[in-house]
């Protein structure tokens, strides 16, 4: 049985006038210590779908349809101490804006006890403490002790991430929700804290969910890959396979319009824009952009097809 | 680099920076952005200028513009010392160095509509009569693709990429022979970032508009720019033609900087230069480490990187420089 299983997820954001369908049958799977990556242009529902497993979507989102398995239990129709158990003692979410996940007017140390307090129980403050100087060490945190009694300002960005990574990880006993977890880092840091994530994913045998629009990152980091267009997963692959051999006219597309080191090349990258929310086309998502779009991708949403790779 | 080292100098030679220093006066200190850092343009190129937060690219850029007054040193645009601030320059410097902003979502005012935007570039530059400056302004929209209806739309009703365009279009209204791009494509999601790329590769061949590229994107640098210039706390690391820079990196920072980009692909993995594990937090400009400002987190730091600063050297091609004291004769 997976850890995770996401099935035929369907969520709406409304506002006043409008009722916005993102999310549209959306299934993911995630098993015991698999590292996942979910790739797609901005406003394609990643973030979205990482909410709607934690069920922390903001007031306008609303989950309409569809099933949320944690370990074979629906959390979507869970009791409220369950779910809240799994948010607090099972799974970590790395946000995405580092700054912005931290309380600007609180030290590290309250909002790491606070974290802490939710995800061990019954510990002195004393224990408390000890422990939140381990996980801040585990990030390789220099002089964890100044850290704690600082404000998040005092912190450059690439320590308020390792902070960041520290509270999500004291949460994670099986799975961590990575959302972004090195926008606005630069490449000589985001590279450390990559190799961190990996190692302390790798040490406590957690799962994960990588959630970037960075290719290469997806593709240094986890084993298997789902690509989303406009609320839709358009295809899942063995990362590997997924980089080698897209099978989808999208991820095709998105992989060829990356700009490469090895050569210089720009690729044709993705004619028109990304569908409005409100009218989705019907059919396949992407059959207004895509070359090879035919009459019937109008009119029927495509099956999910298993692809059988042939070796010749 | 001085500008007598280019053998083209004085025949295309566009803008000469040299021993260019801005340092801010702030209450905890003075923050040395740009500390001494010397480089050329040449008419028609596209020199990329990169380094990571704290650098001192942008810094640059500004002084440049005439945003910022410099510290020390000077920047010299065909032949006349330019040092003069952005509200004293004269029309025509402003209209030939031009700049497209990095934060899109503040340089474009989201109250006006596409046209009003355009067409103001446009008027201050001398086109007086409204038929005119409305056709100025189809001219080019058409030119960098941007569709006739976006005209009454307003910036925030497009897209990433289509307000990229309109920047662009703002900035060519008036005809510049410098433009300075910074960051154009970090906001943007591939599709678009190919899209803008190539209409800025178009406008150059077209035009022979001379760029300024300000990225930490190397993978930008490696499709649209001829040379690149890495830069590191305020100083310069390495200055090299973009083939032989991705080929041939030398300084370890730069090393450091290309092993960590992270790859989609084992052709683009086998071009990167052998692993040097990246360590160590960028220190603040304030105080900024003695000696080569790299040493803090350099692998292969020697005594004299800790004291003396590194000076350029010339390594493979006249054009490639690199500041370190590997290189040194006497020192290995």
């Known amino acids: 049985m997976p850890l995770l299983e996401v099935r035929n997820l369907y969520v709406n954001y409304r506002s006043y006038w409008y009722t916005y369908h993102v999310l549209n049958d959306v299934s993911l799977r995630v098993s015991q210590g698999e590292k996942v990556g979910l790739i797609g242009e901005s406003g394609s529902g990643k973030t979205t779908l990482l909410k709607s497993v934690l069920q922390i979507l903001p007031p306008q989102g609303k989950i309409v349809s569809g099933e949320v398995l944690w370990k074979g239990t629906n959390l979507l129709k869970a009791s409220k101490n369950y779910l809240d158990g799994i948010r607090r003692k099972e799974v970590g979410m790395i946000f995405q804006d580092p700054l912005g996940a931290l309380n600007p007017v609180f030290k590290i140390k309250d909002q790491i006890l606070d974290v802490l307090r939710h995800s061990y129980d019954g510990l002195s403050v004393k224990e408390y403490l000890g422990l939140a100087e381990e996980l801040l060490r585990n990030v390789m945190l220099p002089d964890p002790v100044r850290v ?8 450059s960005g690439g320590m308020r991430q390792r902070v960041v990574i520290a509270m999500a990880l004291a949460s994670a006993r099986s799975l961590l929700l990575a959302d972004e977890p090195t926008t606005n880092l630069d490449v000589t840091i985001q590279d450390q804290i990559l190799r961190l994530i990996n190692k302390l994913v790798g040490k406590k045998g957690l799962s994960m969910v990588l959630v970037s629009h960075a290719l290469g990152m997806v593709a240094r980091m986890t084993h298997r890959v789902y690509v989303m267009y406009a609320g839709t997963i358009v295809e899942e692959a063995p990362t590997r396979e997924l ?9 095709a597309l998105l992989i060829e319009s990356a700009p490469r080191l090895y050569i210089k090349r720009l690729g044709e990258g993705i004619a028109g824009n990304p569908p409005d929310y409100r009218y989705p086309p019907p059919g396949c998502r992407f059959h207004p952009r895509c070359p090879r779009a035919m009459d019937v991708c109008k009119k029927m949403k495509p099956q999910t097809l298993r692809y059988l790779a042939v070796d010749t | 680099m001085l500008a007598e080292d280019n ?10 920076v040299r021993n260019l220093k801005k340092h801010f006066n702030t209450p905890r200190g003075i923050v040395r952005a740009v500390d001494d850092v010397s480089f050329f343009m040449t008419t028609g190129e596209t020199l990329a200028l990169v380094g990571e937060s704290g650098s001192g690219k942008t810094t640059t850029a500004h002084v440049i513009m005439g945003f910022y007054t410099p510290t020390e040193g000077s920047v010299i645009y065909k032949g006349t010392d330019i040092d003069i601030p952005i509200e004293k320059r004269p029309l025509w410097l402003k209209k030939e160095i031009q700049i497209v902003l990095q934060d899109l979502a503040t340089s474009l005012n989201p109250k006006k509509t596409i046209k009003e935007i355009i067409e103001a570039a446009v008027k201050v530059h001398g086109w007086s009569r409204k038929i005119e400056r409305l056709e100025r302004v189809l001219e080019l929209m058409d030119y960098l693709g941007l569709p006739e209806e976006y005209l009454f739309k307003r910036p925030t009703e ?14 060519l209204a008036v005809g510049p022979t410098i433009l300075i791009l910074d960051e154009p494509t970090s906001a943007l999601d591939v599709s678009a970032q ?7 590769l178009k406008i150059q061949k077209d035009r ?10 190397l993978s930008v640098v490696r499709n649209i720019s001829r040379r690149v210039i890495i830069m590191y706390l305020g100083k310069i690391c390495e200055v090299a033609d973009t083939e032989e820079f991705f080929s041939k990196p030398a300084h370890p920072y730069t090393q450091m900087l290309l092993s960590s980009i992270p790859t989609m692909s084992e052709e683009d993995e086998r071009i990167l230069p052998k692993k040097i594990e990246s360590r160590g937090e960028i220190p603040s400009a304030i105080n900024p480490p003695p000696g080569c400002r790299f040493h803090t987190r350099c692998p292969y730091a020697m005594e004299i990187c800790k004291k003396r600063e590194p000076p350029a050297l010339n390594i493979g ?16």
Not at chain 2, 7 to 16: H, I, R
Not at chain 2, 194 to 200: D, I
Not at chain 2, 208 to 217: K, N, R
């Open chain 2, 194 to 200: 190919s899209r803008v790329l190539k209409t800025l």
């Open chain 2, 317 to 332: 091609s006249s054009q490639h420089l690199v500041y370190c004291w590997l290189y040194s004769q006497g020192n290995t």
């Open chain 2, 7 to 16: 053998p083209n100098w004085g025949l295309e030679t566009l803008l000469v």
């Open chain 1, 148 to 155: 704690l009694e600082s404000y998040p300002f005092q912190l």
């Open chain 2, 208 to 217: 022979g508009v001379s760029y300024l590229l300000i990225t930490h994107d």
């Open chain 1, 243 to 251: 980089f080698k051999d897209p099978l989808h006219p999208y991820t």
């Open chain 2, 158 to 171: 497009i897209g990433g990429g289509e307000k990229q365009l309109v920047a662009l279009a703002r900035a």
